[in-house]
């Protein structure tokens, strides 16, 4: 057979709609994953040290590359720049994240946390959500604590126009409040708990319900192209949160190692406010993203164009989870 006609051939099937509608060439292989550790996921920092990724992918001459994230806005700008394969951030800054054009797919839960609350110092005359406006609030945008302070205004009538919000990352909203540049601060653990130990800081208004969930995300892309990958990925993650779930004195131990931070501010975070005992993006994570993203969408954040249930059925896969408990 010529080579002309073994192309006709070929162009004729494909015509014909005979042919696969998969990419006649296979994806790029991976020689890198490109993962966040943060000290707001605690099973990602138990992971690193023990170097399961590492294990588990030498022997396909795989590297493990990790970068630290500071908060949901930095995971998903790296997530959204390819800088970063997996990312965590919390399941509504990840909503937001999508409807807004960030090609992410939420794959796993690696914590229940109450991790934002708002804060103010023990010394001033604010004592509930009311008593914010006019005031200054340190807050990070694109994160939980973000769209935990949005909340709370629309729950008390307020917008964030009644407020001066203080555009500062985490650790440096605590430093500001504390040195008194700010009235409140949008809080996330470990640094809100370490001013309240160590600065007598009050969390004046806490609604765990409206903590969404820790959730691990991958980039769309690597997800369709490498799925296999993310499955041996997120199997890895699973041995860290049951080894991190049944070992609190190790957890703690390396957490103490990153962070410096001393025990009473340790167990405040880690035994008070968080629970690992989940892994699945099932019903009751799903409703929690919801609610909030509806909330979102009444305080204007969202617009109310965006179909909120579809957005969140296209941000959540969890067909990579095997097992539930």
């Given at each position: 057979?010529?080579?002309?006609?073994?192309?006709?051939?070929?162009?004729?099937?494909?015509?014909?709609?005979?042919?696969?509608?998969?990419?006649?060439?296979?994806?790029?292989?991976?020689?890198?994953?490109?993962?966040?550790?943060?000290?707001?996921?605690?099973?990602?920092?138990?992971?690193?040290?023990?170097?399961?990724?590492?294990?588990?992918?030498?022997?396909?001459?795989?590297?493990?590359?990790?970068?630290?994230?500071?908060?949901?806005?930095?995971?998903?700008?790296?997530?959204?720049?390819?800088?970063?394969?997996?990312?965590?951030?919390?399941?509504?800054?990840?909503?937001?994240?999508?409807?807004?054009?960030?090609?992410?797919?939420?794959?796993?839960?690696?914590?229940?946390?109450?991790?934002?609350?708002?804060?103010?110092?023990?010394?001033?005359?604010?004592?509930?959500?009311?008593?914010?406006?006019?005031?200054?609030?340190?807050?990070?945008?694109?994160?939980?604590?973000?769209?935990?302070?949005?909340?709370?205004?629309?729950?008390?009538?307020?917008?964030?126009?009644?407020?001066?919000?203080?555009?500062?990352?985490?650790?440096?909203?605590?430093?500001?409040?504390?040195?008194?540049?700010?009235?409140?601060?949008?809080?996330?653990?470990?640094?809100?708990?370490?001013?309240?130990?160590?600065?007598?800081?009050?969390?004046?208004?806490?609604?765990?319900?409206?903590?969404?969930?820790?959730?691990?995300?991958?980039?769309?892309?690597?997800?369709?192209?490498?799925?296999?990958?993310?499955?041996?990925?997120?199997?890895?993650?699973?041995?860290?949160?049951?080894?991190?779930?049944?070992?609190?004195?190790?957890?703690?131990?390396?957490?103490?190692?990153?962070?410096?931070?001393?025990?009473?501010?340790?167990?405040?975070?880690?035994?008070?406010?968080?629970?690992?005992?989940?892994?699945?993006?099932?019903?009751?994570?799903?409703?929690?993203?919801?609610?909030?993203?509806?909330?979102?969408?009444?305080?204007?954040?969202?617009?109310?164009?965006?179909?909120?249930?579809?957005a969140l059925d296209d941000l959540v896969d969890d067909?990579?989870?095997?097992?539930?408990?």
């Amino acid at each position: 057979m010529t080579v002309f006609s073994r192309r006709s051939i070929f162009a004729s099937v494909l015509l014909a709609g005979l042919l696969p509608s998969a990419p006649l060439f296979a994806a790029d292989p991976v020689k890198t994953i490109s993962i966040d550790w943060a000290t707001y996921n605690p099973v990602s920092m138990v992971l690193k040290q023990q170097g399961l990724l590492e294990k588990e992918f030498a022997k396909d001459g795989i590297t493990v590359r990790w970068v630290q994230t500071l908060g949901s806005n930095k995971a998903l700008e790296f997530l959204n720049a390819g800088s970063i394969d997996f990312g965590s951030t919390a399941g509504s800054a990840a909503l937001v994240a999508r409807i807004n054009g960030n090609p992410i797919k939420s794959i796993y839960v690696y914590s229940q946390p109450e991790w934002t609350a708002l804060v103010t110092r023990k010394d001033t005359t604010i004592n509930k959500v009311a008593d914010l406006k006019g005031k200054r609030v340190a807050v990070t945008r694109g994160t939980d604590p973000h769209i935990f302070l949005v909340r709370a205004l629309l729950d008390a009538g307020l917008t964030e126009k009644d407020i001066t919000p203080v555009l500062l990352q985490h650790p440096d909203g605590k430093t500001a409040l504390i040195r008194g540049d700010v009235d409140a601060w949008a809080g996330l653990d470990p640094m809100m708990a370490a001013a309240e130990v160590e600065d007598g800081a009050r969390l004046f208004y806490r609604n765990a319900a409206a903590n969404t969930w820790g959730i691990l995300n991958v980039r769309e892309e690597f997800a369709k192209n490498h799925p296999d990958i993310v499955r041996r990925v997120l199997a890895v993650y699973e041995q860290a949160r049951k080894f991190t779930l049944a070992n609190y004195d190790e957890e703690k131990k390396v957490f103490i190692a990153v962070t410096k931070l001393p025990d009473a501010v340790v167990d405040k975070q880690l035994k008070e406010r968080t629970k690992l005992t989940f892994n699945k993006i099932g019903a009751e994570q799903r409703d929690s993203i919801l609610q909030a993203g509806i909330a979102l969408q009444k305080a204007g954040v969202i617009p109310a164009s965006v179909d909120v249930k579809k957005a969140l059925d296209d941000l959540v896969d969890d067909s990579f989870v095997a097992v539930t408990n």
